[in-house]
């Protein structure tokens, strides 16, 4: 897309608890007047929902935490310096 669009901001449910990402945290790669947007969707065969890859535009804003014992994951605001708003949710 052309880096001079707006790109909306892009708001995931996860276990209630709202993540936003907004129109610059989704650009993944940026040329000389092109971007790419780092988001994949796909349909999956066992499911009619749309389902969406969490990838590096995700990660890059929030902190992941695996804790495969007892099969679930953590969210939580990535450091970037100080920031107000932290939110922790386990999933």
């Not at 790109?7 to 449910?13: E, G, K, N």
Request: proline share 3%; aromatic share 14%.
């Amino acid at each position: 897309m052309s880096c001079s669009l707006e790109m909306p901001s892009l708001t995931f449910m996860i276990g209630g608890v709202n993540f936003s990402l907004t129109g610059e945290d989704l650009i993944y790669k940026e040329t000389s007047s092109d971007c790419s947007l780092g988001l994949v969707s796909f349909e999956s065969k066992s499911s009619s929902a749309p389902q969406w890859i969490l990838g590096d535009a995700f990660m890059r804003k929030y902190y992941v935490q695996f804790d495969w014992s007892k099969y679930r994951m953590g969210f939580a605001l990535a450091a970037t310096g100080s920031h107000p708003n932290k939110t922790d949710i386990l999933v």
